[in-house]
């Protein structure tokens, strides 16, 4: 176990060393002391690492991450795991804004609560919240599954494309285009997957599905009204 | 940007430290707003009233000012001179003559109350804290704020907090696009703003639900059905602190909450420093929704 004081090494410092770490290294567990809520920190990863950072983050923790899987004990600010590759984020407590937002691929885990737009924009990225997420979740997300556990606050899934949203919970409305569906086999076994991956304690079947109503892909007079 | 900061104390013991504690947290909001910065202190309530006045020629015109405002009152007065700021201790009563002496002279009134003096300037948190010696100032609550402005000129009115009733103040992270028809309509019932900023148009808008007879919690709530814009708001009254985003919440705002103290921060960030943090309750304010306390 590798650890770095960020009361001693500067964030610049400490991203360098993350991200020099190749494929192969042979450091992989690595702990974060006194983050404090510095922004940026263990962006731009790009080895499988495992980075625990003890405490709460700024903005923009774990950005563009690929392949590690960054830990975080504490609670995250804006725009976590933005455009994550792949890899794993877990955090423990709450995640502010935009969470996820851009993601292509890998597991965000929220155990707290993710405020508004978490998955704004995924393309690909799969995102597990246990509590609640705020207004305008998944707003004109692409591709991949955002999972809450808890209820989704105003106009989810706003100007949906094709990724899939399932709320174990109420939703207090839906946005432009998006509308319930039914859950089939498959959509059972992504989400036991997802459940399962996550450590997260629900059934599949407690869930409902919502997705695009596909009325916006292409301008049509008679949908002006919901542009 | 701009970056808030505010802190309510529970615990009577942290009064000491209270101005300590709030530079601490607006220094580590520096880099949100480096144009100017202002912190709103409540400390002791005294009898008589606290008015805090500015000058960009402190030594002229606070020379003297205490004996010639004693004389047009007709009772005593004192003043402690902090740089360019100055609160004046007044008898209960002499606001209004108080105000038409000062204004005369070219000063500028930064606020009025019997327990609240702020204290703002153009400039970095660290400085503009440092020439206050804010660290030294004991009280019950106060709120801080570094600016990085875009409504209105960087000049020290310009700065936060803004104050338009006794004891009342307000910091602003955001932008609103309705003030100049809400300039006119508080105008119109006497809540005159005296700058160009959009802010204190806020601020004007919250004096006047108070004076109505709103609580804070339902000045606080009238926000969101009449203003329009993009608000972060923190707010301080003689026993209260309360906390409102508009709807859409894009201006960052989180919370903290142990035994001893309720915090605000525009960022995690700014509670780093603050005794018992990794225990506290840590959240996200909601948007649309109204939080305050009051003792």
Known sequence: ?227 | MCGIVGLFLKNEALRPELGSMLTDMLITMTDRGPDSAGIAIYGDAQDGLKMTIQSDTPKVSFAGLDAALAEVLGAPVAIKVLDTHAVLSLPEGTEAAARAFLTARGLRIMGTGHSMEIFKEVGLPKDVAARFGIRDMGGSHGIGHTRMATESAVTTLGAHPFSTGDDQCLVHNGSLSNHNQMRRVLSAKGFVPQTQNDTEVAACYISSRLAEGANLGQALDGTLQDLDGFFTFVVGTRNGFGVVRDPVACKPAVMAETADYVAFGSEYRAFAKLPGIDDARIWEPEPATVYFWER
């Open chain 1, 1 to 227: 176990m590798q650890t770095i004081d960020m009361a001693t090494t500067s964030l610049r410092d400490l991203n360098a060393l993350l991200q020099a770490q190749a494929a192969k290294t042979n450091q992989t567990a690595w702990a974060i002391e006194n983050p404090r809520g510095a922004h940026a920190v263990a962006v731009g990863l790009d080895a499988p690492i495992e980075v625990t950072v003890k405490g709460s983050t700024g903005y923009y923790c774990a950005g563009m991450n690929k392949q590690a899987t960054v830990h975080v004990t504490g609670s995250a600010g804006p725009g976590v795991a933005e455009n994550m590759m792949s890899g794993t984020v877990i955090i423990e407590g709450d995640a502010s804004q935009y969470a996820g937002a851009t993601g292509h691929g890998g597991l965000l885990v929220i155990k707290g609560n993710a405020s508004s737009r978490c998955g704004i924009s995924m393309k690909g990225i799969n995102i597990v919240v246990f509590g609640n997420v705020g207004h305008m979740s998944a707003f004109m997300a692409q591709s991949g599954n955002l999972v809450v556990l808890g209820d989704a606050g105003d106009a989810l899934g706003d100007s949906l494309y094709e990724a899939r949203l399932f709320v174990r919970g109420s939703v207090k409305s839906l946005g432009s285009d998006c509308i319930e569906k039914e859950m089939r086999p498959e959509h059972i076994a992504i989400l036991t997957d997802l459940l399962a991956r996550s450590g997260a304690d629900a059934k599949p079947e407690e869930f409902k599905r919502y997705g695009s109503a596909r009325k916006l892909y292409n301008f049509h007079v008679d949908h002006a009204g919901a542009y």
